[in-house]
T-cell receptor
Framework: KQEVTQIPAALSVPEGENLVLNCSFT??????LQWFRQDPGKGLTSLLL?????REQTSGRLNASLDKSSGRSTLYIAASQPGDSATYLC???????????FGKGTRLSVIA | NAGVTQTPKFRILKIGQSMTLQCTQD?????MYWYRQDPGMGLKLIYY???????DKGEVPNGYNVSRSTTEDFPLRLELAAPSQTSVYFC???????????FGPGTRLTVL
């Protein structure tokens, strides 16, 4: 059974810092790995998706990497801004038909 | 497109009452999901559907029922509400071509 872990549970950084959020998964035979953002009181918004054959994906200031052999993914946020404050969740899909398995998320606070 | 809509936004139930959480998507997605999110936890899958007339249990289905008579609608039924069902419920649909998952804004349910 796939399990997804995110550490730390919360992170606070000053504005302008580059930061890395970590995600680990137990079954390396994944189909893809996805990162989502959740603002307080809102639903989730998809940020990045990395297919099992890919090593990384980039969108603006966000870069997600995938290392299947070690069971890890990272989300790199460059030049953080207060607007980046949110909870970031990663999720793994084991095959094309199986549902996503979510981690508990990392709550990020970027302080101006 | 309205995306994924959920009603109601908030609801308070008494123990033993029943209710239906509504979910509708206008993107013609075959895959739809119901999750619950408890404080400090990730999302746990309750039920999912791969198309009209097809549903399957997720990780935490006890106390819930679903139906999928149309592509657009995927209601979640709570029978005999219990305090353990106090949570925020999210509905989502999935675009297969890009594997992008779209979430509704959530329903905050309290059972007293």
């Amino acid at each position: 059974k796939q399990e997804v872990t995110q550490i730390p549970a919360a992170l606070s950084v000053p504005e302008g810092e580059n930061l890395v959020l970590n995600c680990s998964f137990t079954d390396s035979a994944i189909y893809n790995l996805q990162w989502f953002r959740q603002d307080p009181g809102k639903g989730l918004t998809s940020l990045l998706l990395i297919q099992s054959s890919q090593r990384e994906q980039t969108s603006g200031r966000l870069n997600a990497s995938l290392d299947k052999s070690s069971g890890r993914s990272t989300l790199y946020i460059a030049a953080s801004q207060p607007g980046d404050s949110a909870t970031y969740l990663c999720a793994a899909r084991s095959s094309g038909n199986t549902p996503l398995v979510f981690g508990k998320g990392t709550r990020l606070s970027v302080i101006a | 497109n309205a995306g994924v809509t959920q009603t109601p936004k908030f609801r308070i139930l008494k123990i033993g009452q029943s209710m239906t959480l509504q979910c509708t998507q206008d993107m013609n997605h075959n895959y739809m999901y119901w999750y619950r999110q408890d404080p400090g936890m990730g999302l746990k899958l309750i039920y999912y559907s791969v198309g009209a007339g097809i549903t399957d249990k997720g990780e935490v289905p006890n106390g819930y029922n679903v139906s999928r008579s149309t592509t657009e609608d995927f209601p979640l039924r709570l029978e005999l509400a219990a305090p353990s069902q106090t949570s925020v419920y999210f509905c989502a649909s999935r675009r297969i071509s890009t594997d992008t998952q779209y979430f509704g804004p959530g329903t905050r349910l309290t059972v007293l």
